[in-house]
């Protein structure tokens, strides 16, 4: 048996609020469906790709005298892609739904992502292990992976595991990959009339899988609060210290809502955001002017210490990298199946990849520090997407603002020290035991899953909106996976992906940051937010993001 703290102790029994349709119970719960939707691009490549699930109405559950069809089933539940807080609190609210629903129901639990349904690996999950899960970080009750279902061989496979276990719903519990893979095998199952409906969950700390159907995606409130809280500690240092300049990378993939969020709640005195880099079209060497010139400003004040914000997808977005990074991709999904390539020297690797460049892209990759080129090559993973997390922009944007204030030093523009701390927070926030936020939306998308396999639905995400208001005033219903749709170039060929959602530059959001940067760039604004409360005030433990306090209210007292 696992010791526990006493904080892991009492969460175990913190009984998570309930979306209010769904809290008088799942077989109480009334569909009402839609209009017919499209996707969000690309309408008529996905319907042909999708011709049994495209264009599904979007769902809502009120509530009902009547008793749903409590009729026995065993459902299958799969976590996929990088962990987030809450994900356990998804499978104890499908547990529950599904047990209340009847007491004779299974749920199987895949084990290590998506393999799991392919390669037969499962557990049951029982009242016992359910109970030593809830409110727990982590996902490690049945694992985790990112093993891309999309093959006839794995579906056929995956069919003949159901059958076996009597499963008729699959849930997959992921973000835009992930239920990406959870569409391509709805549409599979019900183009073959096996009678299995697949349902998804929107999970991931990057906040990217959104739309006007999915308010957030679960992991991001407690991943932002938790890198919030190790900032400010840094910050507290800084400012004490007064010596060192920290430049601190966030996880995030591509889109920046994470670096943003925690922006908004710590305050530091730069943050780079990716999609802003992009819309300006900015170069590298301007990102690295604009910090120098911070610091430079700073130091004329006396103040040699700071914060500097990057996320982790920022590289991509610098629109010379991305030009690279593109061709990168596609030469690395051919030179993948090349023998000589692969077992080419490291040196010889870049003179390979050099040659499949244009001049440009060849002068910037050569020009990069040989770490840099290395992780630029390695092995993309299996959905195709550079391995973002693996590439250390701290550490380049150091060196480069190092260089560019040793020249302005001899110009007479620098007139103080740079000494410098690098830090990449992404694992640290990943499996933090989830906010009563995260708890309680997590456990009410797991029931609503199950509210959704109960009525029939097929190829849906599992929906909570409202997410600012209490529990009993959220909106629990379905949306259908196909509307958030659109093609993309993966591992170079056109695929069907989930879009994902980027920060808006004229949202409510990057608005304020955007009012205050330059204020937090020269005086020191920083916000201590100290660690997750779970207990006490309500104001405290379950205020909800800023980024969905100015996107869902459109207003925020504090920034
Ligand atoms: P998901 O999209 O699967 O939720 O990924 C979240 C994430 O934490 C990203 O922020 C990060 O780039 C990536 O996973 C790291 O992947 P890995 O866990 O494979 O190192």
Same mark, same amino acid.
């Given at each position: 048996m696992r010791e526990m703290s006493p904080l892991h102790r009492e969460r175990l029994n913190y009984q998570p609020k309930l979306a209010g349709a769904l809290a008088n119970g799942i077989n109480s719960v009334k569909l009402s469906l839609g209009n017919t939707t499209t996707s969000v691009a690309d309408c008529a490549d996905i319907q042909n790709l999708f011709k %049994? &699930?495209?264009?599904q109405p979007i769902a809502k559950f009120g509530m009902t005298g009547e008793d749903l069809s409590t009729e026995s089933r065993n459902v299958g539940v799969i976590l996929s892609g990088g962990q987030a807080p809450g994900g356990h609190n998804v499978i104890a609210g499908l547990y529950d739904a599904l047990k209340a629903s009847n007491k004779e129901n299974k749920l199987y639990g895949f084990l290590g992502g998506p393999s799991g349904i392919v390669d037969g690996k499962y557990m049951e999950l029982t009242d016992e292990i359910m109970d030593a899960y809830r409110n727990t970080g982590g996902f490690d009750i049945i694992g985790s992976g990112r093993t891309k279902l999309e093959t006839e061989e794995q579906f056929e496979k995956a069919l003949i595991v159901c059958r076996q276990l009597n499963i008729t719903a699959i849930v997959i519990i992921g973000g835009d990959d992930s239920n990406t893979n959870a569409c391509l095998l709805a549409e599979w199952m019900k183009e073959k009339n096996t009678g299995i409906s697949v349902i998804g969950c929107p999970k991931t700390i990057?906040?990217?899988?959104? $739309?006007d159907q999915i308010e957030i995606s679960f992991g991001f409130d407690t991943a932002t609060k938790t890198y919030s809280e190790l900032i400010g500690n840094i910050q507290r240092d800084a400012n004490s210290a007064k010596k060192y300049w920290h430049f601190i990378k966030l996880m995030g993939? /591509?889109? /920046?809502h994470v670096c943003l969020e925690v922006a908004l709640q710590t305050q530091p005195n730069i943050t780079l955001i990716g999609e802003e880099v992009e819309a300006k079209a900015q170069s590298l060497d301007e990102i690295v002017t604009y910090m120098a010139d911070v610091v430079a400003a700073r130091a004329q004040k006396g103040k040699n210490f700071g914060i500097a914000l990057i996320p982790e997808g920022l590289i991509e977005f610098i629109p010379e990298m991305k030009v690279m990074i593109a061709t990168l991709n596609d030469s690395l999904a051919v030179l993948e199946k090349d023998e000589m390539y692969q077992n080419a020297s490291q040196d010889k690797k870049y003179e390979i990849i050099t040659s499949k460049l244009d001049d440009a892209s060849a002068k910037l990759f050569n020009s990069l520090p040989s770490a840099i080129k290395a992780q630029l090559l390695m092995d993309r993973d299996?959905?195709? $997407? &550079?391995? &973002? /997390?693996?590439?250390e922009t701290e550490k380049l944007l150091i060196e480069m603002v190092r260089t560019r204030l040793e020249e302005m030093k001899k110009e007479g523009r620098f007139v103080g020290k740079f000494a410098d701390q690098a830090h990449f927070f992404g694992y640290e926030g990943r499996c933090a035991m989830p906010s009563n936020f995260d708890a309680d939306y997590c456990y009410s998308l797991g029931y609503n899953a199950f509210a959704l396999v109960q009525s029939g639905l097929t190829g849906y995400l599992s929906s909570i909106k %409202?997410?600012?208001?209490p529990a009993s005033e959220w909106v629990a219903g379905g949306v259908p996976l196909t509307m958030m749709m659109n093609m993309e170039r993966r591992h170079g060929e056109m695929k069907p992906v989930i879009k994902k959602a980027l920060v808006e530059l004229d949202g409510p959001v990057f608005k304020a940051l955007e009012k205050n940067r330059e204020k937090w760039a020269l005086n020191d604004c920083y916000v201590f937010p100290g660690a997750i409360q779970y207990f006490g005030p309500s104001s405290v433990c379950d205020c909800t993001t800023v980024t969905l306090q100015l996107e869902q209210e459109k207003t925020l007292a504090s920034v």
């Open positions: %049994n &699930v495209y264009g990057d906040g990217d899988l959104k $739309n993939r /591509s889109a /920046s299996p959905h195709g $997407n &550079v391995q &973002v /997390s693996k590439i %409202n997410t600012t208001k």
